[in-house]
């Protein structure tokens, strides 16, 4: 139950940090370019299973918010092919972590910019374009969850140890809780992933399986229609 610290109201429980009216799904860069079989990375040699491998268990993740009228927000990495988004020190950054290569892809407008077609956004989910790693870096997405009165975000998506942490570090900042479901996150090498969620479940409010937030989920959903039945009788 959530504890009453300072005069502030504390939520401690899965079920307080995931309550449907106050949490958002975040799916950070599930597009084709990291994703895919096809996509950009993987013609680089780069490893896409990983990401392509939590599909189905982020699909059933995005499924259950939906039933919950919880709003999914994509948060989609956006380049242009003349690289105006990206400063000499960001391009500087990427050859550094890729051996030369600036990493320009993503493109605005093309198929490996386009969410991977299993988990593609519903007509009343949310798209914030973000040209950094953080979802929140010069992007609407702060004013977005704030005008859902959103307090909780569940991060999801790629990668792990890049632009999922760096999200959920800046929604830290910004005083949101904090959930990470670890089935629902990937990185090109298994050693990154491991540390990034090491390093995640000493940082942040929940980390464990997705399936526990669809649990949750599903008993809001029911102690709901109880609700609703009652009143009606």
């Known amino acids: 139950m959530s504890k009453i610290v300072y005069g502030k109201e504390v939520y401690t429980t899965l079920e307080e940090?995931?309550?449907p009216g106050r949490t958002a799904v975040l799916v950070v860069d599930m597009q084709n370019d990291f994703c895919h079989p096809e996509g950009s990375g993987a013609a680089r040699g780069r490893s896409h299973q990983g990401a392509w491998r939590i599909v189905p268990r982020l699909a059933s993740l995005l499924e259950s918010a939906r039933a919950c009228a919880v709003p999914v927000v994509y948060c989609l990495?956006?380049?242009?092919?003349?690289?105006?988004?990206?400063?000499?020190?960001?391009?500087?950054?990427?050859?550094k972590k890729s051996g030369g290569d600036?990493?320009?892809?993503?493109?605005?407008?093309?198929?490996?910019h386009r969410v991977v077609d299993p988990i593609a956004p519903k007509p009343d989910d949310f798209i914030v374009l973000k040209h950094r790693p953080s979802a929140f870096h010069q992007t609407d997405l702060e004013f977005i969850l704030r005008n859902l009165g959103i307090e909780s975000v569940?991060?999801?998506?790629?990668?792990?140890?890049?632009?999922?942490?760096?999200?959920?570090r800046d929604a830290?900042?910004?005083?949101?809780?904090?959930?990470?479901?670890?089935?629902?996150?990937?990185?090109?090498?298994?050693?990154?992933y491991?540390?990034?969620?090491?390093?995640?479940?000493?940082?942040?409010?929940w980390v464990g399986p997705s399936a526990e937030i669809e649990a949750a989920w599903a008993a809001a959903r029911a102690d709901a229609g109880a609700a609703s039945a009652a009143a009606r009788a």
């Open 102 to 112: 600036p990493l320009l892809w993503t493109i605005e407008g093309s198929w490996g």
């Open 17 to 19: 940090l995931v309550a």
């Open 172 to 192: 830290q900042s910004r005083d949101f809780y904090i959930l990470i479901p670890e089935d629902t996150t990937a990185s090109q090498r298994p050693e990154w």
């Open 77 to 95: 990495n956006t380049q242009r092919p003349n690289a105006l988004y990206l400063s000499p020190a960001e391009l500087g950054r990427r050859m």
């Open 154 to 168: 569940i991060v999801t998506g790629v990668g792990t140890r890049g632009c999922v942490e760096s999200t959920a």
């Open 194 to 205: 491991e540390a990034a969620i090491l390093l995640m479940r000493t940082l942040y409010h």
